[in-house]
């Protein structure tokens, strides 16, 4: 690849000129054929397995010592005469790998060949497989953690506790049972049980709260990760967005109508109590955090309920989902800097229901301690929405066809060394085991190249460095967007065939490189 940043060749001292062709792989030449017709690829890069994916461009520590311009060739002086490599492919993790990242493969440098245009380059040999080091090895991806105590599936959907939820049961349990003392003091030390029936209680509407989402969410066939409950109330994953405004602005109302539903239920049932008897203040109190849950949740600032209503009014209005989720979102930090200087003003006023006398001392500092873990939380969740948002707006970016790098077929007997020089030949990076004909079998491991010494290389054959392709690595070139990360999620893997809808062979693509490119589309202004 071009060291200066293009997709084209540069020129080797034998100034071999090939024919442009128009099919993407490179034909498995004859063994003993010392040089193969360069011209005939097929976008790859070979990559290694366990998460070792030294793929071009990666911005890991292995980067400054997977090659270097600096680094002398190297040549295989112990292969047999018909089978010498001239060079190796620019393997993963190389200058030369950087330089013809897969993300623009059709734009060359100025200067340079067109990518059709490839000629033997004995430069490459200064790779990774040469470094004799496996360092630079990209994130792994980020596993799946349960997110606490699994509580049960309603509905096939699974419900966590966060730890989180044992400090703020035991928060609720120590304010409402101050309380309590005060309202029934005869309860004595019992107070505390029945304020940590409260707090169960409380959750458990909060989870009804959640419910209402999910339900919603599984109507208009979005799936739903989990719900999870946590220090300041719930959240239901959702893992699609809402197709329409119409369907988002229900899928936001339902959670808060259902704590509103609760709270005429709780008021309902205290007509039939006493009032200052233990089951009079446990329905007070039930009643009166599901109309302050379902009232906070209706304030039109993401991620709250009511900034998910906001941002479907603005969806339907200007006709663009990305600008409902800006205005939400940023009345959402509005909302947090109110909070933040809001709520202790009030308290401290005694607008909240309590003489300003009162509040001074321990009440102030919680005061503030609970302002700030609210604001924190709301401007958090604002921020998170808006990145989520642009990337779905780049999503569609995402093409495996864009994002393929070139292979090279070899069959199973091919020495590695002879296939590393027909691969440099031809311009590719990587190289598919095929059967004798045609078909792919698996695809050559970076990682086991890097361990095979170079003098040994002649005499191990591709197949012993290889991993067997599953139907999940196989992906259709025309993936894009949401569909190609789903593909990708489906068969956790660090690269994939890419095949044309006619299972001809298209190249190779790198989880690594489709990370990449995630990460540029989240970093790109809308």
Avoid at 103 to 112: G, V
Avoid at 476 to 504: K, M, N, Q
Wanted: charged fraction near 20%.
């Amino acid at each position: 690849m071009d060291e200066s940043g293009g997709s084209g060749q540069p020129r080797s001292g034998t100034d071999e000129s090939t024919e442009r062709r128009p099919d993407r792989t490179a034909p498995a030449a004859d063994p003993t054929r010392p040089d193969p017709t360069p011209s005939d690829t097929a976008h790859a890069d070979p990559e290694p397995e366990n998460g070792t994916q030294g793929s071009a461009g990666t911005d890991g520590a292995g980067d400054a010592g997977n090659g270097s311009a600096d680094r002398p060739e190297v040549r295989d002086t112990t292969a047999p005469e018909a089978q010498r490599p001239t060079s190796t492919p620019a393997e993963p993790g190389t200058e030369e790998g950087a330089a013809s990242g897969a993300h623009e493969p059709r734009r060359p440098h100025p200067d340079a060949p067109t990518p059709h245009d490839h000629q033997a380059t004995p430069h490459l040999d200064r790779t990774l497989a040469h470094s004799g080091t496996t360092k630079g090895r990209p994130p792994q991806r980020p596993k799946d953690p349960r997110g606490g105590l699994l509580m049960g599936r309603p509905f096939g959907v699974p419900v966590y506790v966060a730890p989180s939820w044992f400090l703020v049961a035991a928060l609720i349990t120590w304010v409402f049972g101050g309380q309590l003392d005060r309202v029934l003091p005869e309860l004595g030390a019992a107070r505390y049980l029945v304020s940590l029936f409260f707090a169960v209680a409380f959750y458990a509407s909060v989870l009804v709260h959640e419910l209402a989402h999910t339900v919603a969410a599984l109507r208009f066939k979005l799936p739903v990760r989990r719900i999870q409950l946590q220090f300041f109330g719930g959240v239901s994953e959702i893992e699609k967005e809402a197709e329409t405004p119409g369907r988002e602005f229900v899928l936001a109302f339902v959670g808060p109508l259902l704590s509103l539903v609760l709270s005429g239920v709780f008021y309902g049932a205290m007509q039939f109590v006493e009032p200052g008897t233990v089951p009079g203040v446990l329905l007070a109190g039930l009643m009166i955090s599901n109309l302050i849950v379902a009232a906070f949740n209706l304030l039109p600032g993401l991620p709250l309920d009511g900034g998910r209503m906001l941002r479907a009014v603005v969806w339907k209005i200007t006709g663009r989902p990305m600008s409902g989720t800006v205005a939400a979102a940023w009345i959402g930090r509005a909302l947090a800097v109110s909070v933040l200087v809001g709520l202790p003003w009030l308290t401290q006023s005694g607008a909240l229901g309590s003489d300003a006398v009162d509040n001074v001392g321990m009440d102030t500092v919680m005061d503030a301690l609970l302002a700030a873990i609210l604001a924190a939380i709301i401007w958090t969740g604002a921020g998170n929405s808006l990145r989520m948002a642009r990337l779905r707006e780049h999503l569609p970016e995402l093409r495996a066809r864009n994002l393929t790098r070139r292979a090279v077929p070899v069959e199973t007997d091919t020495p590695l060394s002879e296939a590393l020089r027909r691969a440099n030949a031809a311009g590719a990076r990587a190289l598919v085991v095929v059967d004798a004909d045609g078909n792919p079998l698996s695809l050559v491991r970076e990682a086991a190249i890097v361990g095979v010494p170079e003098h040994r290389r002649p005499w191990v054959p591709v197949s012993g460095v290889a991993h067997d392709l599953t139907d999940g690595m196989r992906v259709s070139a025309e993936l894009s967007g949401e569909e190609l990360l789903d593909a990708l999620r489906a068969a956790p893997a660090t690269e994939y065939l890419v095949v044309e809808e006619t299972g001809e062979i298209y190249g190779v693509l790198s989880a690594a490189d489709v990370e990449r490119a995630f990460v540029k589309a989240m970093a790109r202004p809308n």
